[in-house]
């Protein structure tokens, strides 16, 4: 598989998860604030080396740019050998992240609010990431219009 196919499908869904993020983060009520537990864990290691952490849109444009690499090698893993497994792993994968990102902050040693608040903001924070998952399998069927339907 060549980079563009293995590399584009995973990226389209990161960024499907981070736009849909940004969008609503300031739009809407109890709306996850993913990029919070980025900022804080880019303070957390800055501190940890002794170091003063960056500050407002330095720090938050590290987080971002790390959200979209992580999140681009997780979804790395959505490609199947056919269209529905592709689209199951999709699904899946992004459930999971989406339940990952509310279990494994604190267990970090992170601040779980920005996306344990309230109900609604757990469903959001799930839906995200099941977007970005269904994203992913979408552009990698797009490209990839080899693969067996079964």
Do not use: C
Request: charged residues 20%.
């Amino acid at each position: 598989m060549n980079m563009l196919k293995s590399v584009l499908p995973p990226l389209t869904g990161s960024l499907v998860l981070n736009i849909v993020h940004e969008l609503a983060r300031n739009r809407v009520e109890k709306a996850p604030e993913i990029n919070k537990i980025g900022e804080e864990a880019i303070a957390n290691v800055y501190k940890k080396v002794g170091e003063k952490p960056p500050a407002g849109k330095k720090r938050y444009a590290m987080a971002m740019a790390g959200d979209l690499i992580a999140n681009t090698a997780y979804y790395r893993m959505v490609a199947g050998k056919s269209k529905p497994e592709t689209w199951a792993k999709g699904l899946l994968f992004g459930i999971v992240a989406g339940v990952g990102a509310l279990t494994a902050t604190e267990p970090l040693g992170l601040d779980d609010t920005p996306v344990n608040r309230s109900t609604r903001t757990k469903v959001m924070t799930v839906l995200y990431y099941t977007l970005g998952g269904l994203a992913t399998a979408a552009a990698y069927l797009a490209l990839n219009k080899h693969l067996k339907q079964r």
